[in-house]
């Protein structure tokens, strides 16, 4: 429900529309709704006018089976995307900030980019995930770099050395023996 919700009031959080259903984009919400298959026609700059793919297509959405009932689905979905717009309104009102609105979204072209660059933080994330996971793959990744760099000084010495398991490409393109 969570995921279902995100998707459906993302335009609304990012204040670029008030409400949900406003998004002038492809809205799976909108017609999940109303219960309304969605009408999309081929486009013409990616498919040959010959080509195999249908000129158009039916959209159904609908809740998985799997989830439960799809009624009851819809309108927990309806009650809390209306509880996000509430309040996210709410700071709007408070922070006095300014949704973008359907009509300056349509102006803009689906080529333009910001140009305004987005502040560059310090971190140059390696790995993602729970702490103490991140904490063993961070230890595991700096004993692998000893390794190599200690590999690498032999073998620029000449000497017999065995790079570590991850240097494929050094057994496929160089004579280098790896362990295993």
């Known amino acids: 429900m969570a995921k279902l919700v995100y998707a459906a009031a993302n335009p609304v959080k990012d204040y670029l529309v008030e409400r949900a259903t406003q998004w002038p984009g ?12 969605l009408q ?5 700059h990616f498919f040959r006018e010959d080509g195999t793919m249908p000129a158009t297509i039916n959209l159904h959405f609908v809740i998985p089976s799997e989830l439960g009932d799809a009624d009851e689905m819809i309108e927990e979905l309806k009650a809390r995307v209306e509880e996000l717009e509430r ?3 709410q700071q709007r009102t408070i922070s006095g900030r300014q949704i973008l609105g359907r009509r300056n979204i349509l102006r803009q072209s ?9 502040p560059h933080r310090n971190l140059r994330p390696r790995f ?3 702490r103490r996971t991140r904490g063993v793959a961070l ?6 770099l ?5 590999a690498l000084e032999q073998w620029r010495a000449g000497a017999a050395c065995r790079f570590p398991a991850g240097t494929y490409w050094l057994s496929h393109y160089a004579p280098i023996p790896l362990e295993s």
């Open 40 to 44: 999309v026609d081929r486009p013409r």
């Open 87 to 89: 309040d996210v309104f």
């Open 110 to 118: 689906w080529r333009a980019s910001p140009n305004s660059e987005a």
């Open 139 to 144: 230890v595991a990744f700096k004993d692998f």
């Open 128 to 130: 993602a995930g729970l």
């Open 146 to 150: 000893s390794a190599y760099r200690e």
């Open 26 to 37: 492809l809205n799976g919400y909108r017609h999940l709704l109303s219960r309304k298959s």
